[in-house]
């Protein structure tokens, strides 16, 4: 892909999650594994498919709210009731639980979509006029990667609610994708549906476009000779490579995630698929765009900042202090750190010689500047990662590595 083809917004978007991701995912051996039928895969050359709906009775579904735009609310939430999105090979699983009770309500206007880079979460293509652009992360109980890729109710409203949350968050570095509507069938724990994440960061800024930090590295699956993104944007701006990519991508992502830690206890997944860099027209870097908020948080923090826990299950994470710090170790040292960081740092080696350690110590300088209080929350001297085999349901199966973080 070539660099100068991001400016075309929300199509060249959908290009880099779709086909450039070629050797993004060999983080671990179940990373490139996945159940879904190859139709609905992202890299598949079909362009789109539609998304069954329905019209429910206002009465049998729970809504979630974090401030939507009033175009895209009026869209999902109408008067007449509310339209409930089903991914296709949901809709057609006869095993899925509930499904005969949205099959009995009238259907609707399907939803034409694309998928993105995490499979489950697609691009509406056509909305209507005067409706925002917004993906929809769907319910599809099929394995992809480690998971199976339910989405209950409490995972719609934890979702919703870290949105909310999030507004209230101030540093120029940081943006976020905002889960502002979130629709379950029912009201029980059970109860499934969907989200409906907007297009536009917020805060938003005009003249902006987005780099999934996957497609800075990645290969692109139609151009394999072309070089990554990075290289390109370095070559173009003719920057120094090591200190452009600390100051331009790992210090921002760093200090983002440590704040959103420190200040609110939302662990951020910042890893390479939900991270995006914002650019402006020069393709110089501006900011760390965020998504998907189905997260740990650390109530421990969030009571020691004086803020509420609107979230369920417990506040997202274990019970135990250690447990805790488990919990940091596995988002910062291998999300971040092994699964992101690390790929950078190849394409640093492999184009520029740059030897890696040099990059991970100037990394862990901003660390501990943005964590000065990172012994309370991390393990010290080990790290952890989950282990390598599939777990059972959505539960967390963690490793002891028995080493010391190389990136904090």
Same mark, same amino acid.
């Given at each position: 892909?070539?660099?100068?083809?991001?400016?075309?917004?929300?199509?060249?978007?959908?290009?880099?999650?779709?086909?450039?991701?070629?050797?993004?995912?060999?983080?671990?051996?179940?990373?490139?594994?996945?159940?879904?039928?190859?139709?609905?895969?992202?890299?598949?050359?079909?362009?789109?498919?539609?998304?069954?709906?329905?019209?429910?009775?206002?009465?049998?579904?729970?809504?979630?709210?974090?401030?939507?735009?009033?175009?895209?609310?009026?869209?999902?939430?109408?008067?007449?009731?509310? #339209?409930?999105?089903?991914?296709?090979?949901?809709?057609?699983?006869?095993?899925?639980?509930?499904?005969?009770?949205?099959?009995?309500?009238?259907?609707?206007?399907?939803?034409?979509?694309?998928?993105?880079? !995490?499979?489950?979460?697609?691009?509406?293509?056509?909305?209507?006029?005067?409706?925002?652009?917004?993906?929809?992360?769907?319910?599809?109980?099929?394995?992809?990667?480690?998971?199976?890729?339910?989405?209950?109710?409490?995972?719609?409203?934890?979702?919703?609610?870290?949105?909310?949350?999030?507004?209230?968050?101030?540093?120029?570095?940081?943006?976020?994708?905002?889960?502002?509507?979130?629709?379950?069938?029912?009201?029980?724990?059970? !109860?499934?549906?969907?989200?409906?994440?907007?297009?536009?960061?917020?805060?938003?800024?005009?003249?902006?476009?987005?780099?999934?930090?996957?497609?800075?590295?990645?290969?692109?699956?139609?151009?394999?000779?072309?070089?990554?993104?990075?290289?390109?944007?370095?070559?173009?701006?003719?920057?120094?490579?090591?200190?452009?990519?600390?100051?331009?991508?790992?210090?921002?992502?760093?200090?983002?995630?440590?704040?959103?830690?420190?200040?609110?206890?939302?662990?951020?997944?910042?890893?390479?698929?939900?991270? #995006?860099?914002?650019?402006?027209?020069?393709?110089?870097?501006?900011?760390?765009?965020?998504?998907?908020?189905?997260?740990?948080?650390?109530?421990?923090?969030?009571?020691?900042?004086?803020?509420?826990?609107?979230?369920?299950?417990?506040?997202?994470?274990?019970?135990?202090?250690?447990?805790?710090?488990?919990?940091?170790? #596995?988002?910062?040292?291998?999300?971040?750190?092994?699964?992101?960081?690390?790929?950078?740092?190849?394409?640093?080696?492999?184009?520029?010689?740059?030897?890696?350690?040099?990059?991970?110590?100037?990394?862990?300088?901003?660390?501990?500047?943005?964590?000065?209080?990172?012994?309370?929350?991390?393990?010290?001297?080990?790290?952890?990662?989950?282990?390598?085999?599939?777990?059972?349901?959505?539960?967390?199966?963690?490793?002891?590595?028995?080493?010391?973080?190389?990136?904090?």
């Amino acid at each position: 892909m070539d660099l100068a083809s991001v400016t075309q917004g929300d199509q060249a978007l959908l290009y880099m999650e779709r086909y450039v991701d070629e050797g993004a995912r060999t983080y671990s051996p179940l990373a490139g594994r996945t159940e879904a039928a190859p139709r609905y895969r992202p890299e598949s050359d079909t362009p789109w498919f539609d998304l069954v709906t329905f019209n429910a009775p206002r009465d049998r579904v729970s809504v979630f709210q974090a401030d939507p735009a009033p175009a895209l609310l009026h869209h999902f939430i109408r008067p007449e009731g509310v #339209l409930f999105a089903v991914h296709p090979e949901t809709w057609a699983n006869d095993t899925v639980e509930g499904l005969g009770d949205i099959r009995a309500l009238p259907r609707d206007t399907p939803i034409r979509v694309a998928p993105t880079a !995490s499979t489950r979460t697609v691009l509406a293509l056509e909305p209507p006029k005067n409706v925002p652009g917004h993906f929809l992360k769907l319910h599809y109980p099929v394995r992809i990667s480690r998971f199976n890729r339910e989405l209950r109710l409490k995972n719609i409203h934890n979702s919703v609610a870290v949105s909310r949350d999030l507004a209230n968050l101030r540093f120029d570095k940081f943006a976020y994708l905002p889960d502002t509507l979130g629709i379950a069938f029912g009201a029980d724990e059970q !109860s499934w549906g969907f989200l409906i994440r907007e297009t536009w960061p917020r805060p938003f800024v005009t003249g902006r476009f987005l780099i999934p930090c996957f497609a800075l590295y990645a290969g692109d699956l139609n151009h394999p000779d072309a070089p990554p993104l990075l290289v390109q944007m370095i070559d173009r701006l003719a920057a120094e490579p090591v200190p452009f990519v600390i100051n331009r991508v790992f210090a921002p992502v760093v200090e983002c995630w440590a704040r959103v830690a420190r200040e609110r206890g939302i662990l951020l997944e910042s890893h390479a698929q939900n991270t #995006l860099l914002e650019v402006d027209r020069d393709f110089v870097p501006r900011r760390v765009v965020h998504r998907d908020f189905d997260v740990w948080v650390d109530p421990g923090a969030r009571h020691r900042a004086g803020l509420e826990i609107p979230f369920l299950g417990r506040g997202m994470a274990a019970d135990t202090d250690e447990a805790v710090k488990q919990h940091y170790s #596995l988002v910062y040292d291998q999300f971040i750190g092994h699964h992101f960081f690390g790929y950078v740092a190849g394409i640093l080696k492999s184009y520029y010689g740059v030897d890696e350690e040099i990059v991970r110590a100037q990394v862990r300088e901003v660390f501990h500047r943005s964590f000065p209080d990172a012994g309370r929350s991390f393990p010290a001297r080990t790290m952890f990662k989950f282990r390598n085999e599939v777990p059972p349901g959505r539960n967390v199966m963690l490793e002891d590595m028995q080493q010391p973080s190389v990136w904090r």
